[in-house]
Nanobody, 126 residues
Framework: QVRLVESGGGLVQAGDSLRLSCTTSGGTFDRNIVSMGWFRQPPGKEREFVALIKPSTGQTSYADSVKGRFIMSQDNAANMVFLQMNILKSEDTAIYYC?????????????????WGQGTQVTVSS
């Protein structure tokens, strides 16, 4: 079973930066994980796509709301992915989830991700 564990959340002020980490274990290679994603769920709203990365190539994709502020990266040797969040805004407040997909295509839709972490809270005060 693929296991994902997020860390790095917290309470920050608007304009600050924060870096989230996601550690993977449990045979991501054997289960043909093609892409890793970050999603978030703001209070009272549905889960939404933030960013994804294709570990084999480093290709990334971002939601328009975070483009230019957030950067997703990876450390394949350590089985980790990261989300560097800069110029944080109050609307970035959410629970952030790391996810893994074994679909053959890259997707911004949560339904295509089979494995999920437990989430980490990010709160941005204005």
């Amino acid at each position: 079973q693929v296991r994902l564990v997020e860390s790095g959340g917290g309470l920050v002020q608007a304009g600050d930066s924060l870096r989230l980490s996601c550690t993977t274990s449990g045979g991501t290679f054997d289960r043909n994980i093609v892409s890793m994603g970050w999603f978030r769920q703001p209070p009272g709203k549905e889960r939404e796509f933030v960013a994804l990365i294709k570990p084999s190539t480093g290709q990334t994709s971002y939601a328009d709301s975070v483009k230019g502020r957030f950067i997703m990266s990876q450390d394949n040797a350590a089985n980790m992915v990261f989300l560097q969040m800069n110029i944080l805004k109050s609307e970035d407040t959410a629970i952030y989830y790391c996810a893994a997909s074994n679909r053959a295509f890259l997707s911004q839709y949560a339904i295509n991700y089979a494995y999920w972490g437990q989430g980490t809270q990010v709160t941005v005060s204005s």
